[in-house]
């Protein structure tokens, strides 16, 4: 974060000076604090190395708590002159967000649920409303948060018979929650508490048996199923994975006849299946872990769906009946695609709806199950993000989508699958978040260019400034990545980056591999031996923001955490005199 904000401030800084605007001094008379060598020999795998710095691994020991304290002074010390033009960064920022709001209510069963937002409050309120628009406050999460110095949230899930909602709530900050069950009826909880678990926890059919997801206690790797009864109070052992390179989670199916518990590897995955109408039953394993195989489980009532990149390194969408899952018995529905990566599936009793990726763009296809005809759900823009998003009527023909790009805020809205079918289809608008300040998207441009890396493959780099800004001679630009784990980086919308923007900095996206941005193999082909792949996508994707002329030398910013701090720290090493 730290870093983040000092490629922010920098970038922003950049213009204030050439537009002649106070232009803040940086202290030059701070000292760094350098932290001490302390070698220490390392043995792994029959090799040896040593480590400087390996005393930095224990966080709670007084010489790393001094150093990092020296670190945090330091910072404050340079970056004090910048005071006031930090705090009108942040005034600008919140002065664009609209506090007092409301998700888009979604139906579930007798209901239409949502969250409410109140000016000054950082917290949601839970709320349904009946058919006759009477709203019912639900929770008030600023009120719990009320005495504690950190409150997380961990999730919020309502019974199959709208009786009661289970809560994760956390106030340590170390992802450990604790569950309570809520009677929605009196608004009182019950005396329902199960304490040290994680963030992930389902309902079965009954309205009173809980499953819930456990982590160990020092690595917090999520390992364990229980299963909790409320009506003896009881609490059991249903599943724990061994495999310390595995991690376990939770999932029911919009038909909401099963529960699956997921067991997923770097490159592997295994599912268990429990009846969501028989919570009793031991979980069946739905087919055994083969190495290097990604399974994806979920149902249309009468057969399973399965994703599966089994012979299709993109996956392939599968069917088979419920009562023998064998490899033996799946039928394809959707083949395997080279130029389309399939993400994800969502099961409605007509219709399924694929979310994809071809060519590193999203879109969305739906399928009538009856026929197997299907059509692309047509979005008026090119660059976009889209998902499917609160859907819990299985038997519905209108599906809810969360849509956003980088010019167009967080939209909701809802698409008639069975209209679209007959060529009639368009998307109804319900919510697009307000953003306060006169915003207007016709204001601002992206765009999707290419790289060429030094292998000669070509590289998507998301674009997005502001029309009236542009200049001859490029822009200052601030460039981001990441490129790991698959994960491909989406057009998303941020208000904050407004502040760039409306000061003349394009601000770029390199979707470089080690992400899925274009397709598994683009995963496999920045991640081991090819990590390096990542890190000369970002240098080439760098030269060329230069050479087109939306930017030019001196004027080009990097940022990227977590993974992409890695990736920067490399970038940065690999070729200083870009950034």
């Known amino acids: 974060m730290l870093a983040q904000t000092r490629f922010f401030c920098n970038a922003v800084f ?33 090799r040896e190395r040593i480590d400087p710095y390996y005393w930095l691994r224990d966080k709670e020991a007084p010489e790393v708590l001094a150093y990092l304290e020296a670190e945090n002074e330091y910072t404050d010390q340079v970056m004090a002159p910048t005071e006031s033009l930090q705090q009108k960064l942040v005034s600008e920022m919140r002065g664009r967000i609209l506090e007092k709001d409301s998700t888009a209510p979604y139906r579930h069963g007798a209901f239409f649920y949502y969250d409410r937002y109140e000016d000054g409050q950082e917290y949601p309120v839970y709320c ?40 994760a709530f956390d106030t340590t900050g170390r992802r450990i929650f604790e569950l309570a069950v809520l009677d929605l009826e009196s608004k009182l909880f019950t005396q329902h508490k199960i304490e040290g678990i994680a963030s992930c926890f389902a309902w079965a059919n009954d309205s009173d048996t809980l499953f819930y997801v456990k982590q160990d206690e020092l690595t917090l790797r999520w390992h364990q199923i229980h299963r ?42 295994e599912v268990r299946v429990i009846p969501a109408d028989g919570p009793d039953d031991e979980p069946f394993v739905f087919l055994s872990r083969q190495t290097g195989h990604e ?25 088979v009946p419920l009562h023998n899952t064998g490899m ?39 399928f009538e199950r009856a026929s197997m005809k299907s059509h692309l759900i047509p979005f008026s823009e090119t660059v976009f993000s889209a998902e499917c998003g609160d859907n819990f009527e299985y038997a519905a023909e209108v599906v809810r989508i969360d849509f956003e790009s980088m010019t167009t805020p967080e939209t909701v809205f809802d698409y008639d699958m069975g209209q679209g079918h007959m060529g009639q289809g368009n998307l109804s608008l319900v919510k697009q978040d307000v953003v306060l300040g006169g915003y207007d998207p016709e204001d601002y441009a992206s765009e999707y260019i290419y790289a060429t890396a030094t292998d000669g493959t070509r590289i998507p780099v ?93 004027q080009l910013y990097a940022s990227g955490g977590s993974a992409g701090g890695l990736l920067i720290g490399a970038v940065v090493n690999m070729a200083p005199e870009l950034y």
């Open 14 to 46: 950049w213009v204030l000076m050439e537009k002649k605007e106070a232009w803040p001094t940086f202290s030059s008379n701070a000292l760094a604090p350098v932290a001490q060598v302390s070698p220490k020999l390392l043995v792994k795998h029959g």
């Open 128 to 167: 349904r409303a009946d058919e006759s628009q009477t709203e019912q406050v639900l929770l008030d999460i600023n009120r719990l948060a009320e005495d504690h110095d950190y409150f997380d949230v961990g999730g919020f899930e309502v019974s199959p018979n709208h009786r009661y909602a289970a809560f």
């Open 228 to 269: 909790y009864r409320m009506s003896d109070r009881s609490s059991e052992l249903v599943y724990e994975e061994s495999d310390e390179t595995y991690e376990v989670g939770l999932d029911v199916s919009l038909s909401e006849r099963f529960i699956y518990v997921q067991s997923q590897s770097t490159l592997t995955s």
């Open 295 to 319: 399974y994806y489980v979920t149902d249309g009532d009468d057969r399973f769906f399965v994703l599966t990149n089994h012979q299709a390194e993109n996956f392939r969408l599968m069917e």
């Open 328 to 366: 033996d018995h799946w039928r394809e529905l959707v083949p395997h695609r080279v130029e389309v990566l399939l993400e994800d599936v969502e099961v409605f009793e007509k219709y399924f709806v694929l979310t994809e990726k071809e060519q590193g763009r999203s879109q969305m296809r739906v």
């Open 462 to 554: 998301s674009v997005v400034y502001r029309k009236s800004c542009r200049q001859e001679g490029g822009n200052p630009t601030l460039q981001y990545g990441y490129g790991a784990y698959g994960i491909p980086m989406e057009a998303e919308f941020d208000s904050n980056l407004l502040s760039l923007l409306d000061r003349g900095i394009v601000f770029a996206v390199a979707h470089v591999r080690g992400g899925a941005d274009l397709g598994r193999s683009w995963y496999y082909e920045g991640r081991q031996l090819k990590k390096k792949n990542t890190f000369s996508d970002f240098i080439a994707c760098s030269e060329y923001l230069v050479e087109s002329g939306i930017t030019a030398k001196g």
